[in-house]
């Protein structure tokens, strides 16, 4: 038996599920499966909180029953500024998008599977390696332990891998796992100004987004509100791009170069999933682990809970059934389900954030009421909307338009 765990007595060395990586994926996954009597041990890491501006939609909310006290801010526009600070407003006409600070958020999550069952502890996942009986023992870590101190190990019918964007699970078990292009994100969380003087630009309910090359090459930059605090941040895969120096200038545009810094934080994005969840055997990926975060807008919380969801999913029918090709239904359905949404927002990242003219004539668009209304009913309720075919028509000419110049910006 090994030392590290909660309770008393001798902890558990045996699971039907060890996910590791607490974030929103694997909570989730973790919750789901413990509140159908497995038992599973979710392992994080303590301290690391993934830069990220906290958008949850209502899609989200309901199908994940987030509380309100957990939304410190509530969206009712977005704001498109341009190269050359061209600025298009995009109100949410009659909803919002709720804000989440994401240490309170991931602990929230964790606490909820731990209520569910589920057991907590705190390490650093090493290695998989395979008993005489050729069941799973995962190595790890605790928090705190002594440098030459052994690893803990415990034994799991099963694994999720959560651990994130350059996941270690990923890269001793899937193949083909380091493939996955990366986008650097790197914020700064700011302390709200008070008073209308003191940040003038700055809107409580709206997130602003700035498509400039001078902030970002190839993706962008943001000023997201979090009620008491700001997520003003920037992403690139450029490596020798100072997007440190981009946050800064982007601050001064915002008029928020005063503001008080309360931490920094910064993280690889991948922006694409990995053709391979799961290793045919015992182990499947979850969250930023798998590649499932949105192109062109970044946005991962909700892909990752779905993701941690259907990885549950396809973990219970292997234990239920023991067939191992179960596994594969997890990044069956999120594929079949979200695909296409990736697809599409692959191609528009790879072409309208190519150049600053591109990027002038992407926010152009924006303006288009069509575009405002179908972007943000596919953005809130997660799914393409198939409800409107005049208005798809006319917004693809519009942008046949734009493309050839034949619209003015």
Same mark, same amino acid.
């Given at each position: ?51 990220? *501006? ?16 957990? #939304? ?48 907590? !502890? ?53 193949? =083909? ?17 008070? =008073?209308?003087?003191?940040?003038? =630009? ?47 200038? #982007? ?35 979850? *969250? ?11 946005? =991962? ?7 941690? !969801? ?11 059934? *023991?067939?191992? !090709? ?12 979200? *695909? ?26 924006? !303006? ?5 209304? #179908? ?35």
């Amino acid at each position: 038996m090994d030392a590290g765990g909660g309770g008393g007595g001798a902890p558990r060395d045996d699971f039907d599920v060890v996910v590791i990586g607490g974030g929103p994926a694997g909570a989730t996954a973790a919750n789901d499966l413990a509140r159908r009597g497995r038992r599973v041990l979710l392992l994080d890491r303590a301290g690391r909180i993934k830069p990220c *501006g906290g958008a949850i939609p209502p899609a989200a909310i309901a199908e994940f029953e987030i509380p309100d006290a957990l #939304l410190v801010a509530k969206v009712t526009s977005a704001r498109m500024v341009s190269p050359t600070s061209q600025a298009v407003d995009m109100p949410i006409d009659g909803g919002f998008v709720g804000m989440v600070d994401r240490d309170v958020f991931d602990e929230w999550l964790r606490e909820r599977a731990a209520a569910s069952g589920a057991e907590r !502890r705190t390490g650093t996942f090493e290695l998989l390696t395979r008993d005489a009986d050729g069941v799973a023992r995962i190595h790890y870590r605790a928090k705190g332990a002594s440098a030459g101190a052994p690893a803990l190990s415990v034994r799991a019918r099963a694994v999720i891998g959560a651990d994130g964007a350059r996941s270690e699970v990923a890269r001793q078990c899937i193949p =083909g796992a380091e493939e996955v292009p990366f986008v650097y994100a790197y914020h700064e969380i700011l302390r709200t100004p008070k =008073g209308a003087d003191a940040a003038p =630009g700055y809107d409580p309910k709206r997130c602003d987004v700035y498509y400039q090359g001078r902030l970002s090459p190839d993706f962008y930059a943001w000023v997201f509100p979090h009620g008491e605090t700001i997520s003003a941040g920037a992403g690139t895969a450029h490596k020798g791009f100072s997007i440190r120096g981009a946050v800064g200038d #982007l601050r001064a545009a915002a008029g928020l170069e005063r503001a008080e810094v309360v931490r920094r934080e910064g993280a690889p994005i991948p922006l694409k999933p990995l053709r391979r969840w799961d290793n045919g055997q015992d182990v499947v990926l979850a *969250g930023d682990a798998a590649g499932v975060v949105a192109p062109a807008s970044g946005e =991962g919380i909700y892909y990752a809970m779905a993701c941690g !969801r259907m990885a549950g999913d396809a973990v219970e029918q292997l234990l239920a059934t *023991g067939n191992a !090709r179960a596994l594969r239904g997890a990044r069956r359905q999120f594929m079949k389900l979200h *695909g296409r949404v990736f697809w599409i927002l692959g191609i528009m990242q790879y072409f309208w954030y190519s150049s600053d003219k591109r990027r002038e004539k992407f926010v152009a668009i924006c !303006r288009d009421p069509d575009v405002q209304r #179908l972007t943000w009913e596919s953005y809130m309720h997660k799914k393409l909307v198939a409800s409107r075919p005049v208005a798809h028509v006319r917004i693809f000419f519009k942008d046949l338009a734009h493309l050839f110049g034949f619209a003015s910006t």
